[in-house]
């Protein structure tokens, strides 16, 4: 039956079912590897795993000059180059969306660029980034920033046009606001949920660009780990940050919506 | 009280769109305590007279003035009541009440660089607020967001919203149109208690508080709330140039613990829908066009204290 409802407990059964059943395809297919090859760590075990998790935990360097473990290095390194990239990114899209819904005088200046650079791959952009500020942390805040920036800046001035009615505006003006203050009062308040949910939307893209530079550029981070493991064929090591990956970003994912339920309790769900 | 400059005063303005006439040489004067109706056949041009006035669409030709002053732009003086769109979704009723109050005694540096002495002043602001919604018997929605609240509250929200700045005039543009009908008769007895608080403000000698434009379609509510009725519409002498005022006359009023009594005004609602929306009935667009004169006359002859600051 299309769109029938299910009791709450099974829904959860089922959920649980789910998460049970991708663990139980990934034993069975390495319970076979192992028993084709013992040595094998392309699908390791819980042992695998063990050993793979104290390696990336254990403290590196020597007596005289300790190292943090690979773990605590690249969580530094790359959720601290998500972090500026994105917020660079949010603040310059917010900043200039607001001001193309607000005024057509910017429209026309920004739009034929931003949709002309929308079309450009990020990715593909990295070589002027590489070029520009080279391999330092400003390459991957250009990066993340531009690289979300375009399309984020297009969905901010569509809320801008969109969600706020004229009639809104003209009635702020009949209440007193200057034009500042409509700016603040009224078209943020009613664009923030949208800011937030576009904030969401764009993690998983950012991602994909930080990761990619990091693979091809970096001497830490998640990126250069797991390609340096991966060529060693440590699938421990690559599996637990994958797993971290994906854990983070629903984590993340959580963080936003509750923020957007705490900022917004009006915008519902 | 003479001496008052008028709260509307629409000086020979005319509108059109393209080659398309629609308003006509219209002139209107409203005085601060009159609650008037403007009614008129769909499409003749109410929402453009009511755009002129509130200054978002100013007309092609002619002149509006606000308590005096010639409008140019929306501004706190004329206050604005829509069929929908009507509140701010991000807001609670009594946020969105307060919100004029906010925009209207602060500024933005105040609110932020301030911050001790403006939360003082809003503290202030939210009481005034809520003593708003009680005037609009909404006391218990105060925390609640517009999607929370029914069709007619958040009219009523929108209606203190409006008038808690006190603006010099009021426009509803068809305010209870999506409203059932039970809920529609509670928001005209409101209008008719703001108009009997005007007749006691004027007994005192006060600049009453309340005036009011509002548009509806519904005959029966012009003549039941207001105390005057505006009849704009093509049907007249000069169809071709566009809309004019082909009705202006004084109505019964009502006071809230009244029958509702329809029989009362039945004649005049016949002689409403001829002069304003029968396009057979073609007349001196002035033949109906009375208000002032009606009120001079009846002023002369026993002085009628309810309308006495308005000549
Ligand atoms: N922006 C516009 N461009 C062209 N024509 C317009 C525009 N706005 C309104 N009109 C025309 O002007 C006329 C008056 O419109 P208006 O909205 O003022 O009518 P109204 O009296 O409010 O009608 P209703 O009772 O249906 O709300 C209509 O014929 C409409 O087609
Ligand atoms: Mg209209």
Not at chain 2, 92 to 110: I, R, Y
Not at chain 2, 262 to 285: C, G, M, S, T, W
Request: charged share 20%; glycine share 6%; with cysteine.
């Amino acid at each position: 039956m299309i769109r029938h409802p299910i009791p709450k407990w099974l829904f959860y059964t089922l959920a649980a079912a789910g998460v049970a059943a991708a663990v139980a395809v990934y034993a069975g297919l390495s319970v076979r590897q192992t028993w084709i090859n013992p040595t094998q760590n392309i699908l390791p075990g819980i042992k695998g795993f063990v050993v793979g998790w104290e390696e990336i935990t254990k403290p590196r360097g020597n007596e005289r000059r300790p190292k943090p473990s690979w773990l605590s290095t690249d969580v530094r390194a790359t959720y601290w180059r998500l972090l500026l990239g994105l917020s660079c990114g949010t603040i310059a899209s917010v900043l200039i969306g607001v001001a193309m819904g607000a005024y057509e005088a910017a429209e026309a200046f920004f739009s034929p660029v931003i949709n002309f650079m929308a079309k450009i791959p990020p990715t593909a952009m990295l070589a002027v980034y590489m070029v520009v500020f080279g391999t330092k942390l400003e390459m991957y805040i250009a990066l993340v920033g531009f690289g979300i920036f375009f399309t984020m800046v297009q969905s901010i001035f569509q809320a801008v046009k969109k969600d706020v009615a004229a009639d809104h505006i003209d009635k702020a003006y009949t209440l007193g606001a200057s034009e500042c203050e409509v700016l603040v009062e009224v078209v943020w308040q009613q664009i923030l949920p949208r800011v937030i949910e576009t904030v969401r939307v764009h993690l998983g893209p950012a991602m994909v660009f930080l990761i990619a530079a990091e693979m091809l550029f970096a001497s830490e981070g998640f990126g250069y780990t797991i390609r340096q493991q991966s060529r060693l064929i440590n699938m421990n090591v690559v599996y637990i940050y994958l797993a971290i990956l994906g854990l983070t970003g629903l984590c993340f994912d959580w963080l936003l919506i509750r923020l957007r339920r705490w900022l917004c309790p009006w915008f519902g769900d | 009280m003479t001496e008052e400059a008028p709260a509307l005063e629409i000086r020979d303005v005319s509108h059109w769109f393209g080659d398309f006439r629609v308003l006509n040489h219209i002139d209107l004067r409203i005085e601060a305590g009159q609650i008037v109706a403007l009614v008129g056949p769909s499409g003749c041009g109410k929402s453009t007279l009511l755009k002129a006035i509130l200054g978002t669409h100013p007309p092609r030709e002619g002149e509006v003035l606000v308590g005096g002053e010639p409008v140019r732009g929306p501004n706190r003086n004329v206050g604005i009541v829509y069929q929908n769109y009507s509140l701010f979704d991000f807001l609670t009723a009594e946020k969105n009440v307060a919100f004029g109050l906010k925009l209207d005694q602060s500024s933005l540096p105040f609110r932020i660089f301030q911050y001790p002495r403006w939360r003082k002043l809003r503290a202030e602001q939210m009481r005034m607020a809520r003593e708003y919604l009680r005037r609009v018997h909404l006391a218990e929605a105060c925390g609640k967001y517009p999607h929370e609240l029914s069709g007619g509250m958040r009219q009523r929200v929108a209606i203190a919203q409006a008038l808690i700045l006190k603006p010099k005039i009021v426009l509803l543009d068809e305010p209870f149109g999506a409203l059932d009908e039970a809920t529609r008769e509670s928001l005209q007895l409101m209008l008719l208690h703001f108009y009997q608080e005007n007749l006691q403000a004027i007994q005192r000698g006060e600049v009453p508080e309340y005036t009011i434009l509002i548009v509806t379609h519904e005959l029966n509510e012009a003549i039941y709330v207001a105390n005057r009725v505006v009849g704009l519409s093509r049907y007249h002498d000069q169809a071709e140039k566009g809309a004019m005022i082909v009705y202006d006359r004084p109505c019964p009023i009502f006071s809230p613990d009244d029958p509702r009594d329809v029989a009362q005004f039945i004649e005049q609602r016949e002689e409403l829908r001829r002069a304003v929306f029968d396009p057979n009935y073609i007349k001196h667009h002035q033949k109906y066009v009375t208000f002032w004169k009606e009120l001079a006359d009846q002023e002369s002859s026993v002085g009628n204290p309810a309308i006495d600051n308005a000549n």
